[in-house]
Structure formats: C-alpha cells, structure tokens
C-alpha cells in the first residue's frame, strides 16, 4: 500500500479546515479602517488585540496595513510595510495561529512573509500585482484569492463574473507554482458589486464551492449590513447582522469567516457546526 501524500501546506497550518468552520480574526493596524481604525496602530496595541483574539478563539490573526474600504486612499508599499512588519516581527513568534497578511503588494507580501506571516491574503486575487503569486510560491505561502471589480456594474451575473475572475487568478497560481490544495477563494462580500449583488453572491455560494476550493467569507459589520436595519447603525452595532451573514455563509459552503467580534462568533458557530458537521465538530 503506498503512503499517504504529505499535507499541503494549508493543511499544515489549518489542520481543521474542512472539520469546523474556522475563524479569523482581523487585526488592522491602520489609522482609517472603516471600522476600527486607528484603535491598534503601534505593537502594544496590536500585540494586546492579537492576544485578545486568540483568546477568545481565532485560527488565523490577518494583519493588514491598508484599509481597502470603500473611497480609500491606496498607500504607498513602504508606509504599509512601516505598519505591519514592527507588529508581525513582535507577535509572530510566540504566536500560535498562523498569521496572514493581508496586502495585493508583493513586495508587501515579501518582507511580511520573511517576518512571520505565513498566508497571504490578496484582496484583488493576485491579479493587481501578479508577481505576488510568485512571492507566495518562493516561500511556500497558501494563498486567499479574492474577488474584485474596479467598478460596480448591477446588470452583470455577478457569479458568473466571479467564476471568470478566479479562472483568471487560479491561472496565474498555478503558473507561479503555487499547488491548487494551497488556495482558498474568497467571494469579496462588500467590494465591487451592488447590495443586490452581495446579497446573490452570498445566495449563490454553492455554486463558487464546486469550484473545488475552500471558501472564505467576510461580511464582518459591512455597510450592506446597515442597509437592513431600520436605523442608522455603525459598524460597531452589526454585530447580530454579521453572525448571521456569517451562520449562512457557513451552511451554504464557507469553511472560513473573517470577523472582528470573535467570542461571539465561536459560539454561533459552534452550533452551527454541531448541526453540519456532526461527525467532526466535536473533535
């Protein structure tokens, strides 16, 4: 009987992918997130909410120098590096969650994964900065691909596009060598499509889970959230919103959440778990 293959990569560093809806838990040490920045610039701060959220229950810590909410301004490579690599150098030794940075700048994606960082996370699905695939590959790093559009366009089927788009991304991994068990897609909830858009792209996960990949979902106190409450809410009071999004996205094929209120979603999802994943939920 010949041996098992060896685990991918992100097996390696996700060993209950695919057993448990996983979580992770997002850390932006930027002045202008949309919702929570500035609260975590600096190590101490950061080193504080890292420790918080694995407290309360994270598998992955993404770390992110650049806000990308609506109408942001980019940031040059330099001051994002500036950002993140005091606070990976501290947190990632004596972390125990992988960290993903969260970046489409590979050289970004270069110095962070030389400081700790061992995913990265690519809000244009490796397509704005294409030697970011390579930059992973060197350094054996799995990759999040994520869907994005430059512009809004409501008349499009949005899946259908997100499928083009991943052929498009998948195609770019794979010639830099990264393994397709090393990918997960990312249906970019809240970035480049309508609200009805959003709302069919979160419907119609299922038909972006037969691609084959692991999926993750991030609706985390997003505006579309806000759009169904009957006042005007910030992002802080979503929190009811997002576990819900984040429960359906679970049930519909999403193997991994990015969320800022983690203790609440690890009990939301533990339920949610124990009903579709009854075999494995427990372990």
Do not use: C
Request: hydrophobic share 45%; no cysteine; glycine share 8%.
């Amino acid at each position: 009987m010949s041996a098992s293959p060896p685990p991918s990569r992100l097996q390696a560093l996700l060993p209950d992918l695919g057993r448990r809806t996983l979580i992770m838990g997002i850390l932006n040490v930027t002045p202008d997130s949309f919702s929570d920045g500035g609260r975590f610039e600096g190590v101490a701060a950061a080193r504080a909410q890292a420790d918080a959220l694995m407290a309360d229950g994270a598998h992955i810590l993404d770390i992110g120098g650049e806000s990308t909410r609506p109408g942001h301004a980019p940031v040059p490579a330099d001051e994002e590096q500036a950002r993140v690599l005091p606070v990976i150098v501290a947190l990632a030794p004596g972390l125990s969650v992988p960290i993903s940075i969260d970046t489409y700048k590979a050289s970004t994606a270069e110095v962070a994964l030389k400081a700790g960082a061992t995913i990265v996370n690519d809000v244009w699905g490796l397509q704005r900065e294409p030697d970011i695939a390579r930059v992973a590959a060197v350094h054996g790093a799995p990759v999040i691909v994520m869907h994005n559009r430059e512009t809004i366009d409501p008349n499009l089927d949005i899946v259908a596009d997100m499928k083009r788009f991943f052929e498009r991304s998948l195609d770019i991994a794979r010639r830099a060598g990264i393994p397709d068990a090393d990918i997960v897609l990312d249906p970019g909830i809240g970035f480049g499509k309508s609200w009805d858009q959003h709302l069919e792209a979160l419907r119609r996960l299922p038909e972006i889970r037969a691609l084959g990949f692991p999926l993750l979902v991030g609706v985390s106190r997003k505006s579309l959230l806000g759009r169904l409450h009957d006042r005007e809410t910030a992002p802080r009071d979503r929190l009811v919103g997002s576990i819900a999004a984040h429960v359906l996205a679970g049930t519909l094929g999403a193997d991994i959440v990015r969320v800022h209120d983690v203790a609440q979603h690890v009990e939301a999802l533990r339920v949610l778990d124990a009903v579709m994943r009854p075999d494995t939920a427990r372990g």
